[in-house]
């Protein structure tokens, strides 16, 4: 199958490994991995702000330069949710990169090993908005010698919200200080989540406060191939 891939904002200019991961999983899996050059932001930020005609352009910007693309796959479930919300026709062509593996393609076994404890961090826009239930879940089982540890009150806000951690920096803070909290708990050595926004909000935290626990994104992750 041929996938367009979405790369998004941060994972052009903070995590290009996010995206390198992305196609790595894609075509152990067996698939072509295409990459619209022309694309730009999906308006999310745009919009959250208040400024909804300028994330109506974008928007109609990313219709544009993915006209044609059947199947498009981002590595971000706030990204995805965005388009989606506000283009519903991208509705079974815009996918997060474990709804398109395990709900998609039917696959949850993608040959990855890591012999690591993770900490899965459902994120907000996992949750509520594309929806992704347990897929992350089911892959990060299917990884050869992943110790998956459960995370206390796993589908609270990690505090980053696109513009709400810096409009209401106080209050953000306060939330990420308990989500890390909540992770160093669990003991494990790596946390993983499907949006690198909030691997970066959770990674600053952990770094303040001199945490030995390190973020992965899910793509990262799987994209660890198995030996021989």
Known sequence: MRVALFITCIGDAVTPEVGRATVAVLERLGHEVSFPAEQTCCGQMHINSGYRAEADRLGERFMEVFDGCEVIVSPSSSCVGTMRELHPALRGRLFELSELLVHK??????????????????????LRVTNV???????????????????????????????????????????????????????????????????????????????????????EILAHAASG
């Not at 393609?105 to 907000?124: E, I, K, M, Q, W």
């Not at 980053?160 to 939330?175: L, P």
């Open 105 to 126: 393609l039917g696959v949850t076994d993608v040959g990855a090993s890591f012999p690591h404890s993770v900490v899965y961090h459902p994120t907000c826009h996992s």
């Open 133 to 219: 239930g347990d897929a992350p879940l089911q892959l990060l089982r299917a990884v050869a010698g992943l110790e998956l540890v459960e995370l206390p009150d796993a589908r609270e806000c990690c505090g980053f919200g696109g513009t709400f951690a810096i409009k209401n920096a106080d209050t953000s803070t306060a939330m990420v200080i308990d989500k890390c909290a909540a992770i160093v708990s669990t003991g494990a050595s790596v946390v993983t989540a499907v949006d690198s926004s909030c691997l970066l909000q959770i990674g600053g935290r952990l770094s303040r406060e001199g945490a030995e626990v390190r973020t992965m994104h899910l793509a």
